[in-house]
């Protein structure tokens, strides 16, 4: 009788049905990470790689931090779980108060999630849900961006606008409608910080879409301040202070999407400070718990939470919510990454050096087959011209180069972008950029 299995093979990476990878080919030729500290990760054969990406834009505090692991150990050992229905712990509201202390304008409520997809899920329902009680029941569409990417929940791929992400899963939300996306290459390319052309024209598209629906049908724009997955498109001058202009004429509620850009990576807080633009809803994820326990939010302006607070006291107002909720470990690692923004002044940091990594990013400008650079904060871009006939082929190969050479970047198609941890030091800026061109002359 063959004895039962109890562990798995070592060595064998079938089992594992691995997300946004190429499997097969990923299955032959494996990149491994086993440990990280700082801005640093290790293979499992000791190889060290500097991490260009702050993980996936989420590791903002740079990797193993102490006070984060202490807190979460602390409230494992006190309370492992408790539920958010009908029931609360002491660090959810804290955690709450203190993000709304720290939020600009009267964002001053939150819901918790356990990632950037449940986050905008759960924002799109809160939009619906809002204009329903303030009867506005005819607002149900929702609007988007092309190249915008909400995460993998089907609201966030309803007005998200990447297509690879869209086209396997059939019809969709119905009543979406999309925006252009904002890179203009031609008018805008090699732009130092915020693009100068078309801002105002590409958020009058807003317009033409209220023209063709009506108002009365819309509940909430979405869009990311800055777009972080298609490649880091920063938005053009005026862009969101116009779009915020048509939403408030229109009555309709603008979200923005943080996930990328909230807690410190624009030099600011949020987007919302960076711009001086207050959407009336928020998502975050990642930087939120510095990647350690899952964590998601959305922050809500107090006449959007306000209006969901009618009707009679004991009927439950928002039909939503998860099992992992405020989840305690999640709060208490939270907590600890607040600490550190704070104690350790990490978007101040942020802003401060990101004028020498534009600089860095920009010191690429020349180097074979490079069409755009551009940065806003400590990310940046780079586009490069693809393969005849294999596009994203170039974008992969650098990625793979960069990753051999000791650096880790994101590809997206034929771009390649870049987000290191906010505690980065200048001579390792130096390290990524200097890979980074490496990897780029050698897949020319
Ligand atoms: C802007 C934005 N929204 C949502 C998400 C989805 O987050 P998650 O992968 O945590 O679901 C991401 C992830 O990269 C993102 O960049």
Known sequence: MTPPATAPAANNLEAFFMPFTANRQFKKNPRLLARAKGVHYWTPEGRKVIDGTAGLWCVNAGHGREEIKQAIARQLEEMDYAPSFQM???????????????????????????????????????????????????????????RGYHGVGFGGISVGGMVNNRKQWGVLLPGVDHMPHTHLPAKNAFSRGLPE??????????????????????????????????????????????????????????IFDEVITGFGRLGTGFAADFFNVIPDLMTVAKGISNATVPMGGVFVRKHIYDGLMNGPENVVELF?????????????AASAVLDIYKDEGLFQRSAELSKYWEDGMHSLKGLPGVTDIRNLGLAGGIDMEGRKDAPGARGYDTFVKAFELGLMVRQAADTIAMSPPLVIEKNQIDEIIDLAGKAIKATA
């Open 88 to 146: 609360g712990h002491p660090k959810s509201f804290e955690l709450a108060a203190r993000h709304a202390a720290m939020l600009p304008g009267d964002l001053d409520h939150a819901f918790y999630c356990n990632s950037g997809s449940e986050a905008v899920d759960s924002a799109l329902k809160i939009a619906l849900a809002w204009q329903r009680a303030r009867g506005q029941g005819t607002r149900t569409r929702l609007i988007g961006r092309e």
């Open 320 to 332: 939503h919510g998860y099992t992992y909720s405020a989840h305690p470990l999640a709060c208490a």
């Open 197 to 254: 052309h078309g801002g105002v024209e590409l958020a009058d598209e807003l317009e033409r879409i209220v023209a063709l629906h009506d108002a009365s049908t819309i509940a909430a724009v979405i869009v990311e301040p800055c777009a972080g997955s298609t490649g880091y498109l920063p938005p053009p001058k005026g862009y969101l202070q116009r779009l915020r202009q048509i939403c408030d004429k229109h009555g309709i509620l603008l």
